[in-house]
């Protein structure tokens, strides 16, 4: 089984940084696409970035320029810099992979359990 862990969340005032470090544990045979997704109260999950294998890079547009997403597959680990940190970034903050098996006939979503970011103003 895959479990995921996310780390180096907390709180932090506006314009400062963080970062964050989601690692998956498991006999993986492939990682697909990597991200980090980030939620708040009452509102719907909110992609912020995503890498895939090949090295393409996605993000939300209310992060380009600040954050910076990267991979390191010998860890099977996702990174996420954040800096010029801003209140409207304070959210719950969630890893995500697509993953295989080699015994598996196709990838599969896993999901951290998240860590908490707080910007004050």
């Known amino acids: 089984q895959v479990q995921l862990r996310e780390s180096g969340g907390g709180l932090v005032q506006a314009g400062g940084s963080l970062r964050l470090s989601c690692a998956a544990s498991?006999?993986?045979?492939?990682?697909?696409?990597m991200g980090w997704y980030r939620q708040t109260p009452g509102k719907q999950r909110e992609l912020v970035a995503t890498?895939?294998?090949?090295?393409?890079?996605n993000y939300a547009d209310s992060v380009k320029g600040r954050f910076t997403i990267s991979r390191e597959d010998a860890k099977s680990s996702v990174y996420l810099q954040m800096n010029s940190l801003k209140p409207e970034d304070t959210a719950v903050y969630s890893c995500?992979?697509?993953?295989?098996?080699?015994?598996?006939?196709?990838?599969?979503?896993?999901w951290g359990q998240g860590t908490q970011v707080t910007v004050s103003s």
């Open positions: 498991g006999s993986i045979f492939q990682i697909d696409t």
């Open positions: 995500n992979m697509k993953v295989k098996f080699i015994s598996w006939s196709s990838f599969r979503d896993y």
């Open positions: 890498i895939t294998s090949a090295g393409i890079i």
